[in-house]
Nanobody, 118 residues
Framework: QVQLVESGGGLVQAGGSLRLSCAAS????????MAWYRQAPGKQRELVAS???????NYGDSVKGRFTISRDNAKNMVYLQMNGLKAEDTAVYYC????????????WGQGTQVTVSS
């Protein structure tokens, strides 16, 4: 069982930057996909960015060119660098990991709040 803990959220002005971190209690090298999701009040949770164990990345349309996801398997960490933040980026950001195998494991963190003031 892998536990995920996010950090790095906070209050930032529009146009600013934040770096979110996700620390895993165990090895993430065997986790096929690590991702960041977000959920704003009254909205569904949406994919922000994902990265495979091989390093392939995917981004939601609204964050392309502004956010960068990365993973450090040696440190069991996943990061989300967020630049050019907008008010609409305000949400709770969740770290997620999916491990495929005989059984599919889906891990979630508790979330970290990001608030962008306009």
């Amino acid at each position: 069982q892998v536990q995920l803990v996010e950090s790095g959220g906070g209050l930032v002005q529009a146009g600013g930057s934040l770096r979110l971190s996700c620390a895993a209690s165990g090895s993430i090298s065997s986790i096929n996909v690590m991702a960041w999701y977000r959920q704003a009040p009254g909205k569904q949770r949406e994919l922000v960015a994902s990265i495979t164990s091989g390093g392939s990345t995917n981004y939601g349309d609204s964050v392309k060119g502004r956010f960068t996801i990365s993973r450090d398997n040696a440190k069991n960490m996943v990061y989300l660098q967020m630049n050019g933040l907008k008010a609409e980026d305000t949400a709770v950001y969740y770290c997620n990991g999916i491990k495929e195998g005989l059984f599919r494991h889906n891990y979630w963190g508790q979330g970290t709040q990001v608030t962008v003031s306009s």
